[in-house]
T-cell receptor
Framework: EAQVTQNPRYLITVTGKKLTVTCSQN?????MSWYRQDPGLGLRQIYYSMNVEVTDKGDVPEGYKVSRKEKRNFPLILESPSPNQTSLYFC??????????????FGSGTRLTVV | GDSVTQMEGPVTLSEEAFLTINCTYTATGYPSLFWYVQYPGEGLQLLLKATKADDKGSNKGFEATYRKETTSFHLEKGSVQVSDSAVYFCALSDRTGNQFYFGTGTSLTVIP
């Protein structure tokens, strides 16, 4: 089944403790992206990647890192999480150049709470 | 820059009522327009899309028409069901696909 898989689904952590949220897709998509969803703000893009070793900042990149060493994986790293990063996170992917035609495929989300 | 504005929620309707969720956009050029749906506890799913003016996207009884003259892409359904309760997002992609913008979402609750 074609899908984007995120792990974990739920995570509670403490301020300053480094964490990684994994994202993997099995559709051979070049384009991958991370979004955060907050009430009243909709979805905001954190980082995106057009292909292996090519990443770029989205609208809200502060406090996050990403890497794209393999085509299928696009982990989101919080080096020193803070409470304002408590949010619902989504990974999404698309064939490069076809977002215009077909939009994204989304993962099921990771609900992160930083205390 | 490009942006999407959709009507504020929440929206509560009785089963079999008519649904309209308004969406307007601002864009340079000719973007693609999308509606995504997010059911409770799940990720976003593409509901329908339109890639050029006057196109009508449709799926699961939902429809939206790309209106360039009014820069709108309103979502409609003639008879909603309880199972349609979800959050609906309007979205826009520029022609390169490098810029993708979401509205803030509209929560719909359908009561029996």
């Amino acid at each position: 089944e074609a899908q984007v898989t995120q792990n974990p689904r739920y995570l509670i952590t403490v301020t300053g403790k480094k964490l990684t949220v994994t994202c993997s897709q099995n559709m051979n998509h070049e384009y991958m992206s991370w979004y955060r969803q907050d009430p009243g703000l909709g979805l905001r893009q954190i980082y995106y990647s057009m292909n292996v070793e090519v990443t770029d900042k989205g609208d809200v990149p502060e406090g996050y890192k990403v890497s794209r060493k393999e085509k299928r994986n696009f982990p989101l790293i919080l080096e020193s999480p803070s409470p304002n990063q408590t949010s619902l996170y989504f990974c999404a992917s698309s064939l490069y150049g076809t977002i215009f035609e077909g939009g994204y495929t989304f993962g099921s989300g990771t609900r992160l709470t930083v205390v | 820059g490009d942006s999407v504005t959709q009507m504020e929620g929440p929206v509560t309707l009785s089963e079999e009522a008519f649904l309209t969720i308004n969406c307007t956009y601002t864009a340079t050029g000719y973007p693609s327009l999308f509606w995504y749906v997010q059911y409770p506890g799940e990720g976003l799913q593409l509901l329908l899309k339109a890639t050029k003016a006057d196109d009508k996207g449709s799926n699961k009884g939902f429809e939206a028409t790309y209106r360039k003259e009014t820069t709108s892409f309103h979502l409609e359904k003639g008879s909603v069901q309880v199972s349609d309760s979800a959050v609906y997002f309007c979205a826009l992609s520029d022609r390169t696909g490098n810029q993708f913008y979401f509205g803030t979402g509209t929560s719909l609750t359908v009561i029996p």
